[in-house]
Every structure is written in structure tokens, then in C-alpha cells.
């Protein structure tokens, strides 16, 4: 291979961008994540900064407009868009490695590429998670979801710190093929370099000290049943008038029958279960109020909700409503993480045809509390994140400094039926048990029903398709173990300590660089 081939270049990078996508759903190659910049690391080797942003950017671009692509039932300017954008965070690591490869190489220059480009990869990952609302989805470590070893690391420095391990990784592959490769052709003896050394021995050190850190972990001392209903109702008929007869039946129906196959201390619907607001409208409360009141179960369950403020003038919320065994409205929990052109609009006051880019019409408000519940009778404290919120880390760890004790997820991915955008979501939360060492319970509308235990290993999920490929509706009782006092990991002291720190390190090193650049030109 000629990897210094221009024209062979942008083949080299948007390779780089589609064994990415195989890391995640629908493939789900976790191993490919190892290898996955190992072409666009050839393909931005020495090149000019101008070059090397469009090579990144390019890869980059190919990776995002195909995860994301379950994006593209409910907008598909939006999952264009938010492609592009995300694909802005490839460029400065592109850039980094063309100035950092610009001088012959050698085992120290290597190691420091190594540390410098993971830390550049790192510190975008953090700030993709925190400008304009935030946008965590899918960091590398997200690939790790099943080699629990490794990703305990998020305890210790949340997801940019595991995938800084793995960028590390894919350097030390790259530049040790490279040393191996030039020994080879020069007839030279060929051996193991320092970098894979490097490679093997971070990686091994991170597993090693991760099933460790599983081992000293205190078993759970604490244990709740807790029935879960999938109801599986299309998006499109959600709020379609003549098909609500169909929502409040499958719900009692799947309820009912969920109560009577056991004995839970706490019933769960998703995300906007009803069609209705159940604070407000009589027939969403005349429902839960007999269903908890015959069997003494609390109900949890997601809602709309109307408030009057400003004058009269309306504000809706997505809210989480615990409902007594009495029948009795205990607590109310609205959503304070809204989705940016899912849940509001930027503007719309000064420019009302953004509304019409949002699939609900209209700006949900945005909660200021962080209210936590109480189990009656079980002295159990549990947060109610709502949707997309199981996938941003300042909330939950937010959540768990408060004192919750688990985590109860309501959330509705019926917009995303027949894609890759469930099994996403559904890993993207899975770190937030490691970081928090919290469980974690989702109930979804269509998505994946389950939960994840506070070591992040997946306990239950309910199959939410059916033979026929579609959204399969049901219930499932699980036994939801935890600890009355969890530990209390680095992550969850220190929050997201280490990303800032790569962003920032990452940029005075990238900086350096340039000016060295510079200087010598």
C-alpha cells in the first residue's frame, strides 16, 4: 500500500469513517473501535493542516451521516445537519496528527503522538458533550459496552477517559505497523516495538484494574420488584384522537396483567404514556387512580403537563408523576435536559417557522428542579430521567450527589422503530451505572426495556420486536437489586475533571505544534 499516495488519501480516511460505524448498532463490531483510525492516520500523515482538516472532516462525515442515520424517519435536514456538525470534532485530532508526524519519527515522538493525539480525541469528545446544550452520543467508549473490563473506566474519569485509551490504542497500532513496515522493506530484523508495547501494556493495566475494581465492588444489600410496561404505540398514532381507546386499553390490559402475574412494589409506564396530561384530564387519572388503588401499587409513569404562567400564557413540560397505592399525586419530576428541535426551538418567538422543524409543533419548558422520589414503605430514594437524559452525565451524576439510589428511565424511541436508534440509546446510557455504580431501569413506549446493575452488566431486556419484526408490546417483573449507601467512584467526586483537562491540554499541545510549524516556515 501507498499510503502517501495523494489521490489513495481520502479512500484511506472515509475508511477510517465506516469502520467506526461498524462499532456501534446495527453491527455493533466493538473490536473494530481498536483499529477503526488506523487509516486516518495514514491518510493525514504529514499532510498539509488544510488537507488534514478536510481528510478528518471527510471521515468524520462518513462515520456520523451513518450512525446517525435512524435520525432520518423523524428529520432528515436535522440528521444531516447534526452529521455535519458532529463531524466539525474530527478535524482538530486530524490536524493534530498531521503536525505531530511532520518530523521523522522515533519511539520517543511516537509515545508523545500517542498521548497527544488521545488527549486531542478525548478533549473533543468533551466538548461535543457540553456546547449548545451538549451532544455526548456515541464517544468511543460507548463501543466498549460489553467488555466490561475496560469500561469501568468511565468510573474513573467518565467516557473520554476509555476512549482515550482507545485512541491510544489505534496510535500505537498505526505507528508501530509503520516502524514495522519501513524495518521490512529496508531488510532490517523486525521486532515489537516500544508503542505496541505501550498498547498492551495500558490496555491490560485498564482491564486488569477494571475486573479488580469489579471484584472489590460491595454486593448489593437492597432489592425491589418492579413491573415495567412496554406498550409499543406507534408515534403516529400517539396523538391520533380516534386511537386513543387503543392506548388507555393496552395500558390497563398489560398493567393488569403484570399485577397479577406477581407481586411489585412499583408499577412503570414510559415516557408520555398517556395521551393526556394526568394531573389535568379525568380520564388518565381515573385510570391510574383505580389501578393503584385496587392492588396498593404505586404507579410511575411519564405525562404531559400544562402549567398557566406569565399571565396566562401555557407551558408544557415532559413530566415523570408518581402516583400513590392511595391513588394520590405524590411528586412530579419535569424533564430539564430538552432536545434541541425535538423539545424546543432556538428562536421561535422571533422566528416562528422554526416550530414547523420540530415533529411536536411546538417548544417543551424546561424543568428547574431534580426531584427525587420515594418508594412508600420501601425507603427507597430513585431520580425518574427522562428520554435522552440517561445519556447526559451531568444530570445523572447530578441525580446520584442528591442522594438517588437508582435510576428509573422513562423514554419513547417509537420515533426511531425499525433502526439502530433504540440499541444506541440503550447503550449510551449503560455508562452511567459504571460512573454512578447506581442501577439502572428503563421502561420504554418501543425501545429496549430492562435494566443494567451498578457494575454495568445487562441484567433483562424485554425483545421489543416480535416475530414479525414489529414493535412487540408487553410487561416484564424484575427484581431490581442495589445498595442503600452505593459507593462513591472518582468519577461521581470528580465529574468530568479529566475530559476538561484533555480539552485543555490537547488544545495548548495542537497549539504548540502550529506554532512550531511556523516558526519554521
Not at 415532559?318 to 391513588?327: R, T
Not at 411528586?331 to 430539564?336: A, L, P, R, S, W
Amino acid at each position: 500500500m501507498n499510503w502517501k499516495n495523494s489521490r489513495l488519501r481520502p479512500l484511506w480516511a472515509a475508511l477510517s469513517g465506516a469502520l467506526l460505524w461498524t462499532a456501534f448498532p446495527p453491527l455493533d463490531w466493538g473490536w473494530a473501535a481498536w483499529l477503526a483510525l488506523t487509516p486516518l492516520y495514514f491518510a493525514v500523515r504529514g499532510a498539509a493542516p488544510r488537507a488534514a482538516a478536510r481528510l478528518s472532516y471527510g471521515a468524520g462525515a462518513v462515520y456520523w451521516v451513518g450512525t446517525l442515520y435512524w435520525l432520518h424517519p423523524v428529520t432528515i435536514p436535522g440528521w444531516l445537519l447534526l452529521a455535519l456538525y458532529s463531524a466539525l470534532y474530527f478535524i482538530p485530532f486530524g490536524m493534530f496528527l498531521a503536525r505531530a508526524t511532520a518530523r521523522p519519527a522515533g519511539t520517543i515522538r511516537n509515545l508523545g503522538l500517542m498521548l497527544g493525539g488521545a488527549l486531542v480525541w478525548a478533549g473533543g469528545e468533551q466538548l461535543r458533550s457540553a456546547l449548545f446544550t451538549g451532544w455526548p452520543w456515541n464517544p468511543l467508549a460507548v463501543s466498549q459496552h460489553a467488555n466490561l473490563g475496560v469500561l469501568q473506566g468511565v468510573a474513573w474519569g467518565g467516557p473520554p477517559f476509555v476512549s482515550a485509551l482507545i485512541v491510544w490504542a489505534n496510535l500505537g497500532f498505526s505507528t508501530a505497523w509503520e516502524r514495522w513496515r519501513g524495518a521490512a522493506f529496508r531488510g532490517g530484523a523486525t521486532r515489537v516495538h516500544a508503542e505496541m508495547a505501550a498498547v498492551v501494556l495500558a490496555v491490560g493495566a485498564a482491564s486488569f484494574g477494571g475486573w479488580a475494581a469489579l471484584r472489590r465492588l460491595p454486593p448489593p444489600d437492597r432489592a425491589v420488584r418492579v413491573a415495567l410496561i412496554q406498550p409499543a404505540i406507534s408515534q403516529y398514532r400517539k396523538w391520533t384522537p380516534e386511537f386513543v381507546d387503543h392506548i388507555y386499553g393496552r395500558l390497563e390490559n398489560l398493567s393488569r396483567a403484570a399485577l397479577r402475574a406477581g407481586a411489585p412494589d412499583l408499577l412503570v409506564w414510559p415516557e408520555t404514556a398517556v395521551p393526556e396530561e394526568v394531573r389535568t384530564a379525568e380520564r388518565p387519572y381515573a385510570l391510574v387512580r383505580a389501578l393503584t388503588t385496587e392492588h396498593g401499587v404505586p404507579l410511575l409513569l411519564g405525562s404531559l403537563d400544562l402549567e398557566l404562567r406569565d399571565g396566562g400564557r401555557e407551558h408544557w413540560f415532559n413530566s415523570a408523576a408518581l402516583i400513590g397505592g392511595d391513588g394520590l399525586l405524590t411528586k412530579v419530576y419535569d424533564k430539564q435536559h430538552r432536545v434541541l428541535f425535538g423539545e424546543y426551538m432556538p428562536l421561535e418567538d422571533r422566528l416562528p417557522f422554526m416550530k414547523s422543524l420540530s415533529p411536536v409543533g411546538m417548544s417543551i419548558s424546561s424543568g428547574t428542579n431534580q426531584t427525587l422520589f420515594t418508594l412508600p414503605g420501601r425507603d427507597l430514594t430513585f431520580a425518574a430521567p427522562i428520554c435522552f437524559e440517561d445519556v447526559i452525565r451531568p444530570v445523572m451524576r447530578a441525580f446520584a450527589r442528591r442522594g438517588a439510589q437508582l435510576f428509573v428511565n422513562l423514554t419513547n424511541d417509537a420515533w426511531y422503530d425499525g433502526t439502530a436508534g433504540a440499541a444506541q440509546h440503550f447503550n449510551n446510557s449503560l455508562p452511567r451505572a459504571i460512573e454512578t455504580r447506581r442501577p439502572l431501569v428503563r421502561c420504554a413506549n418501543s425501545g429496549i426495556t430492562g435494566w443494567i446493575d451498578a457494575r454495568g452488566a445487562v441484567r433483562a431486556r424485554l425483545p421489543n420486536t416480535g416475530p414479525d419484526g414489529r414493535p412487540a408490546a408487553g410487561f416484564q417483573t424484575l427484581e431490581i437489586t442495589y445498595r442503600a449507601t452505593p459507593p462513591v467512584t472518582l468519577y461521581a467526586r470528580l465529574g468530568d475533571v479529566f475530559g476538561w483537562g484533555a480539552a485543555l491540554i490537547g488544545a495548548g499541545w495542537l497549539a504548540a505544534l502550529e506554532h512550531r510549524a511556523r516558526r519554521v516556515i
